[in-house]
């Protein structure tokens, strides 16, 4: 059994040499070249948001995981990185079954991993100067589902927080539905912002759409490749 679960989470283990560098001192190498303009000219804006970008990570706990992990290898890294972002999604949905919005630090927590959630797909493509190809980008998109499901799940709390709209969630769900609706840019009508604080949500979260949907899919789906599980690569 124990073999079993241990092809089923981590694959086919191949040994491989440590890296040069751990994931904190990759992402210290990263602000460092940005700043030293080590791979590309970018200056003013350009050079203050992907420096900003790359700093961002080091606040949140994500790269402190992957660093714990690597000390095991890189196959444990990718199992952390996967338990984290399901944890990502299942704490909003949490909160919401159990009408846990008026816990402030269960919010607090909910809110600053959000944040980098947010912040954590943008890093990869403006401020990822030394980091290498990720080894599937199957995996990436996936992971980014993840992602767009947990900021739809977590907007869906913050909208249960109080009566910003029309009227109020009568179901744990009408608030998921909501969120879901809002996300699709969909709009059936049904519930719509009343309150400021309701418009700034639903306009948050459209922005957070178009910037997954429009940007970011589009930036993965081109680089996955079409070559099927049973394909094998042959030598020209």
């Known amino acids: 059994m124990n073999k079993i679960a241990r092809k089923l989470l981590l694959g086919n283990v191949v040994p491989t040499a440590k890296p040069d560098f751990n994931p904190i001192q990759k992402r210290i190498q990263n602000i460092k070249a940005i700043w030293n303009n080590d791979h590309q000219d970018d200056n ?5 948001v992907r420096l900003f970008l790359s700093s961002s990570q080091l ?11 690597a000390k095991k290898g890189s ?33 607090g927590i909910m809110v600053y991993i959000m944040f ?5 797909i ?23 589902f993840f992602n767009y499901l947990e900021m739809v799940l ?4 913050l909208y249960s927080c109080d009566n910003y709209l029309n009227k109020p969630f009568h179901h744990w ?11 699709s840019t969909i709009g059936f009508g049904d519930y719509y912002p009343v309150k400021t604080f309701g ?38």
């Open 199 to 236: 418009k700034f949500l639903v306009s948050s979260q459209s922005l957070l759409v178009l910037m997954y949907v429009v940007l970011f899919l589009n930036f993965f789906s081109t680089k996955i490749k079409s070559k099927g599980y049973f394909d094998q690569d042959t030598d020209v």
């Open 59 to 69: 606040f949140f706990p994500g790269i402190y995981i992957k660093y714990l992990a």
């Open 154 to 157: 977590a907007f869906a709390v």
């Open 116 to 120: 980098e959630t947010i912040l954590y």
């Open 75 to 107: 196959e444990y890294e990718d199992l952390a990185v996967d338990l984290y972002v399901l944890l990502k999604v299942a704490l909003p949905l949490i909160i919401i079954i159990n009408q846990w919005q008026t816990n402030q630090f269960l919010l």
């Open 44 to 48: 003013g804006i350009e050079k203050i």
């Open 173 to 183: 769900f009408d608030s998921i539905y909501f969120s879901t609706v809002t996300a």
């Open 122 to 144: 943008p890093t990869l493509i403006f401020a990822s100067d030394l980091f290498s190809k990720p080894r599937s980008y199957k995996r990436s998109m996936l992971l980014l």
